[in-house]
Every structure is written in structure tokens, then in C-alpha cells.
């Protein structure tokens, strides 16, 4: 069975984090406590702003500061409870921690794991059981996470990834509805 037949159709909201000194510098932060830095703090704020009326019952997120400050943020303009889901963290890469994305990145993606890194399989496979959670709680549900995880639903979904857009808009939230079988209907939200 393919992770695409498990994934859960439901509607939802996903939320980048807002960015950080270390998302600022073109570093990945991995498995790093990096905090938002201002113009994250001001990105949290304009999504809590554009989802106030979204209709959001619940607001799972990365227990990781970035995602965590952000979804705080957005709950203060919202009203919704926050759930902290351990399997919406982004990648370990191990040594990598904090390092630019370069050779070795574009090797993990081609199935090469660093030591002490989580491969891109388990880490997709682990995103997608980490979603699934996250949508079955009351909705529609916003999560609040990093681009890995938002590539790993994108190739479950067989949609194209999108993780550079991502990058450039931090905290744009994006509206996910299914369509028919095996489509989807996704709209970002600008302000």
C-alpha cells in the first residue's frame, strides 16, 4: 500500500512557520529550536489576521519553537486550541543541523542519509502519519509546520512540490480541499 492511499481527505489549512535568523541566512534548521525573528513575528500575525474568519475549530502544530510561536500567534487572532503533534517536527539531519542546503542535501534527497540524519523516506513516511493525526481532529484544522512536511503531504497528494515557494512565503496560509478521488483544490490566502 502507497502512502498516497493513506492519506486522509479532509479540508485544512497549512501554515508555514514564520521565518528565523536561520531561515533568513539560508540555513536548515532541522531538529534546531530556532525562534521566529521579527519579520516572522509579523508574518504570524498577518496569517492569525487572514484566518480569523477561516472558520479554524483546531490548530495542530510542530512542538518546535518556529512552529509553536507561530501557531500561538495565530490561536490569539483565532480562538482555537493548539494541539502539539511530536511527528509534524522537521527533519534531523544530524550533523547537518543548521547547515546550509548543498551537496549533502541534494544527496539526501537522492537517498543518501548523513549520519545521525533521518532518511527523506522515513521522514516523508513520517509526515504523512503526522498529518493524518493532525486531520482527524475536529475541523477544519490548520497545521502548523515546516516545508518537509508540507512536501511529504504534496507527494502523498501527487501534487508537485512547491518547498522554494514555501521558503520565499513564509506564514501564507494555504486552503486545501478534496476533489473527486484523487484531487485537490488549494488556494493561498493573501492579505
Known amino acids: 500500500m502507497t502512502i498516497a492511499a493513506n492519506l486522509h481527505r479532509?479540508?485544512?489549512f497549512f501554515l508555514h512557520h514564520g521565518e528565523t535568523e536561520w531561515d533568513r541566512d539560508g540555513k536548515l534548521a532541522g531538529r534546531i529550536n530556532a525562534p521566529?525573528?521579527?519579520?516572522?513575528?509579523?508574518?504570524?500575525r498577518r496569517a492569525g489576521e487572514m484566518l480569523?474568519?477561516?472558520g479554524i475549530r483546531?490548530?495542530?502544530s510542530s512542538p518546535q519553537d518556529r512552529a509553536m510561536m507561530t501557531a500561538e500567534i495565530v490561536a490569539a487572532h483565532i480562538h482555537a486550541p493548539i494541539v502539539a503533534i511530536d511527528g509534524l517536527k522537521d527533519c534531523c539531519f544530524g550533523d547537518h543541523d543548521g547547515a546550509a542546503a548543498g551537496d549533502w542535501f541534494t544527496a539526501w534527497r537522492l537517498g543518501v542519509t548523513p549520519?545521525?540524519?533521518?532518511?527523506l523516506q522515513r521522514f516523508r513516511q513520517r509526515g504523512i502519519a503526522a498529518m493524518n493525526a493532525a486531520l482527524a481532529h475536529?475541523?477544519?484544522?490548520l497545521v502548523v509546520a515546516h516545508p518537509g512536511i508540507y512536501a511529504a503531504f504534496l507527494e502523498a497528494a501527487g501534487m508537485a512540490e512547491t518547498g522554494d515557494w514555501l521558503t520565499e512565503h513564509a506564514a501564507a496560509p494555504i486552503f486545501h480541499q478534496?476533489?473527486?478521488?484523487?484531487?485537490?483544490?488549494t488556494e493561498t490566502l493573501a492579505a
Open 10 to 12: 479532509t479540508r485544512f
Open 36 to 44: 521566529l525573528n521579527g519579520r516572522g513575528l509579523a508574518q504570524a
Open 52 to 54: 480569523r474568519s477561516a
Open 58 to 60: 483546531t490548530i495542530c
Open 115 to 119: 549520519d545521525g540524519a533521518e532518511s
Open 138 to 141: 475536529h475541523g477544519p484544522v
Open 178 to 185: 478534496p476533489r473527486h478521488a484523487t484531487r485537490w483544490h
